[in-house]
């Protein structure tokens, strides 16, 4: 459902069984630009990154003034606010809550006075030693306002502070394990962090003389902007009147590990992550599945819109012709009343209708990305079935996603159907005559010599770094292991 705004709408219609997306961050130095209003369109472009909370924080060389509130970045801000924010530099986020719930106090950025100074922060990712971290600030004095791991990194550049900022963000970066891509506003600075393992994607931009820094290219695209490169991963861009500078943390591991999730489900297609076009990896993970899987039926069909591009790379390859036989109801918003109890089998139909004349008498290969808990696929095996539909095959673009991600990805051990089933098993659950999920090897296998540069660990418990469960510990591989240091 990448490019979506439909998973901010689960709360309310919980028909749509996906992993929730993390955040979405976007900073601009532009002394002559409207700052403000650019930041604005960028967070629209991110939007499907998270939907719960939006915010703009803008500095003006003497201070940073902060707007955020719940909901989509087009219910926070208006033209009056807009207009009211002047200043050349500014970091916006939306945000989906990973750590921390869901109530205002953590919707971001976030804004500090500390001794030298004020500090936003944007983050996107999850600091998997949080806990951690969080008792040894406390028990030295820290208060914290809210449950947000992001707050826990403000207080560490600040405990650093006798240092120059920089400094502080170097040291911080020791401490903290996990995913984290960050930006940081000064009164006059805009930094830009990516952490060492690089699981989080931000880019590079420019649009003049201004700098941008966004979590995807498409944000770029949208502003008018255009794109330089990624960030290294332990990479720190600092930029202001002197230009950019670019300088590396301290900790250099062996190893990448951007989130193959991003490929297969989370970034807008549009997009280009890594040096790899979103819309062309899926496109190959359809034509890998093909490959791997060479069932004889009559068409191919996608679960919109997250399994479309892959669907297309499935009939390419297969020859067996695409057809749209899902329809989405693409005005399912977030006022929208959830079903009463006597109405609630309705269910999954209130967001997809099968269309009954092209399903009708065929044998139908159903393409999505990936499942979650498997009721909702259970319930589009069985949509189409009703509509006359005679074989019904259900290919995923991604392996079994077994595991939880500490990274940024709301999925929980008990949910994960595959973490409790075997393929078999899920294939009689959601009651398909066919059930393929992309192998590992043939996922990695897309990004040629650059399969080893990504994060599996929900489906292959490579964890490349440290995470909290003891019951994972035996499937880790250590950071240590990778040289980290
Ligand atoms: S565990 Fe999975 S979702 Fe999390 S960063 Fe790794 S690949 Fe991405």
Sequence with gaps: MAGDFGNGYDEVLPVVDKPREECGIFGIYGPGFDVARLTYYGLYALQHRGQESAGIAVGNGSKIR??????????????????????????????????????????????????????????????????????????????FQSTTD????????????????????VKSMIDL????????????KLIGIRDPFGFRPLCLGRKGDAYILASESCALDTIGAEFV???EPGEIVVIDEDGLQSLQSLQVPRRKAHCIFEYIYFARP???????????????????????YPVE????????????????????????????????????????????????ELGVRL???????????????????????????????????????????????SPPTKLPCYYGIDTSLSELIAAHKTVEEIREYISADGLHYLSQEGLLGIFGEARGNFCTACFSGDYPTYVPDPNLQGKLVFEEEHGCG
């Design 177 to 188: 394990k996990g995913a984290y891509s960050l930006l940081v506003l000064t009164e006059n």
């Design 351 to 397: 967001k997809l209708n099968p269309v009954r004349h092209i399903l009708q008498g065929k044998r139908v290969v159903l393409i999505d990305d990936s499942i979650v808990r498997g009721t909702t696929s259970g319930k589009i095996v069985s949509m189409v079935r009703e509509c006359g539909a005679r074989e019904v095959h259900f290919c995923l673009s």
């Design 297 to 344: 039926a009559d068409l191919v069909i996608p679960v919109p819109d997250s399994g479309t591009i892959a669907a297309r790379g499935f009939a390419w390859e297969s020859g067996i012709p695409f057809e749209e036989g899902l329809m989405k109801n693409r005005y399912v918003g977030r006022t929208f009343i959830q079903p009463t109890q006597d109405i609630r």
């Design 66 to 143: 902060l707007a955020k509130g719940m909901g989509l970045v087009s219910d926070v801000f208006n033209d009056e606010k807009l207009g009211s924010f002047q200043g050349h530099l500014a970091i916006g986020h939306v945000r989906y809550s990973t750590t921390g719930s869901n109530n205002p106090a953590n919707a971001q950025p976030l804004v500090f006075n500390y001794s030298r100074g004020m500090i936003g922060l944007s983050h996107n990712g999850n600091i998997s030693n949080i806990a951690e971290l969080r008792r040894q600030l406390s028990s030295t004095g820290s208060v």
């Design 270 to 292: 549009d997009s280009r992550i890594d040096g790899f076009n979103v819309n062309r990896v899926r496109y190959e993970m359809g034509r890998q599945l093909a490959r791997e």
């Design 229 to 231: 490169r990624d960030l």
């Design 150 to 169: 992001s707050e826990v990194i403000v207080n560490l550049i600040a405990r650093y502070s006798q240092n120059s900022l920089v400094e502080a963000i």
